[in-house]
């Protein structure tokens, strides 16, 4: 590799890193993905799979720390924090408790819908191209409700949504029965997201890689970045584990491990690992038919063909991909609760992934601070499917030199100029 120059350098070949490399190279660019594992080898591989215009709350919202706090109490609670002594950490915990109000949660709703619907679209275009071999359905998102204090929130959320052009249905117990009838327990009710949908997210972003390769873009896998060559304002070369790399942009879309790579350039970023947790069963008989979202337990619910995904919690430990059993059997038993006939259903997969948070729980999208040719692209948390096309369309967007209005503000890591 030592000695090769290219436009583009994207290191990070998840489905936000694969999308940046798709869009700059059908743009025209010459574009070079790089990842320290392989692609889709992060929290693109095992994830839910949802595609969710309907969902814009941030992590960040009135309410969430009264509940992360009871969840604490409880070892087998969706939620759960690891003590650890990391100064970033802590300071990281009290920006996301100042950004849990009413005035930030409006405003993140709105630019969680505008990046949503630029995202849908683009999922819409590749659909077309090759949906069926990635699994893409449209079909809704189903959250049944079994106490009439969530289902009254869920319907708040709806409400508030609408102005914003999002359509939600709400359901009677006998309307959720009739449409998923693999629901069972004391229903009071549900909402139904209609323009949601589902993919496999290891499938789309391999599927999506290959796209990227038939406009030229080179991926190498099995690749580490642990250093650059800097001068004026910007990065001149990229080092890695197998050579230099000369390049006129860079684009670091490394999910959880983003903050790693801003280091070695003297800029701190404030995203955090939240792991979560998915178990996928082959031929699992009586799945759901449609995804199914489990709020009140934070457990997703995935067919994928001839199998079924569970996937839930948020685990914030650091870089710890390692599975707590625990964790794993928590998600087990409060999904298969609530579906019918899932006792026998026996696990292929048991997976752990990092989703990479930010404080305010809006994504970072843009130029990296002191830098002229560096970008940054991640902090999705629990969205990165769903807004990972919409993101690598803007970013490239922004390599080419073009505006992409409000967003622009909203997202840049210069936000985060004083950490």
């Known amino acids: 590799m030592t000695g090769k120059r290219t436009d583009v350098v994207v290191i990070g070949a998840g489905v936000v890193g694969v999308a940046c490399a798709y869009y700059a190279a059908a743009a025209g660019a010459r574009v070079r993905v790089l990842d320290q594992r392989r692609i889709a080898g992060g929290a693109s591989y095992g994830n839910a799979g949802l595609l969710v215009p309907s969902h814009c709350e941030p992590l960040s919202s009135p309410g969430i720390v009264a509940r992360g706090l009871r969840e604490l109490l409880n070892p087998d609670g969706a939620f759960t924090l690891r003590p650890r002594p990391d100064l970033g950490f802590a300071r990281w915990l009290l920006a996301f408790r100042r950004h849990c109000n009413e005035g930030h949660y409006r405003r993140a709703l709105e630019i969680h819908t505008r990046l949503n619907r630029i995202s849908n679209t683009c999922h819409e275009e590749l659909a077309a191209r090759g949906g069926d071999q990635y699994g893409y359905q449209r079909r809704g998102l189903l959250c049944p409700f079994f106490s009439a204090k969530a ?19 709400v359901l009677g117990p006998n309307q959720v029965r009739s449409l998923e009838p693999s629901i069972q327990g004391p229903l009071v009710g549900a909402t139904f997201g209609v323009a949601d949908g589902r993919i496999d997210p290891c499938a789309f972003v391999h599927w999506l890689a290959h796209r990227a390769e038939e406009l030229g873009v080179a991926i190498a896998a099995e690749t580490e970045v642990f250093g650059f060559d800097r001068g004026r304002r910007r990065v001149t070369t990229v080092v890695t584990s197998r050579g230099r790399l000369a390049a006129d942009q ?19 970023l404030p995203i955090e690992a939240a792991k979560g947790y998915s178990i996928t069963y082959q031929h699992a008989g009586q799945a759901p ?26 685990e914030l430990a650091g870089l710890d991909l390692g599975i707590r059993r625990r964790r794993a059997d928590a998600v087990e038993r409060n999904g298969k609760e609530r579906i019918r006939g899932s006792h026998d259903w026996q696990p292929e997969e048991i997976w752990s992934g990092l989703r990479p948070c ?3 729980g809006l994504p970072v999208l843009g130029r990296l601070g002191g830098y002229d040719n560096v970008f940054v692209a991640g902090g999705h948390a629990t969205k990165g499917m769903s807004q990972g096309p919409g993101t690598g369309k803007l970013l490239a967007e922004l390599l080419g030199g073009a505006a992409i ?15």
């Open 405 to 419: 209005g409000a967003l622009a503000d909203q997202l840049s890591p210069r936000r985060f100029r004083s950490w």
């Open 358 to 360: 930010t404080p305010d």
């Open 151 to 169: 289902l009254a929130v869920a319907e708040r959320y709806t409400q508030r949504m609408r102005p914003l052009g999002i359509e939600f249905q």
């Open 250 to 268: 860079v684009v670091i879309a490394a999910g959880a491990w983003t903050p790693l790579l801003t280091r070695l350039l003297h800029r701190r």
């Open 289 to 314: 038919q449609i995804p199914v979202l489990l709020e009140e337990a934070a457990v997703a619910v995935t067919p994928l063909g001839d199998s079924v995904r569970l996937a839930g919690t948020l």
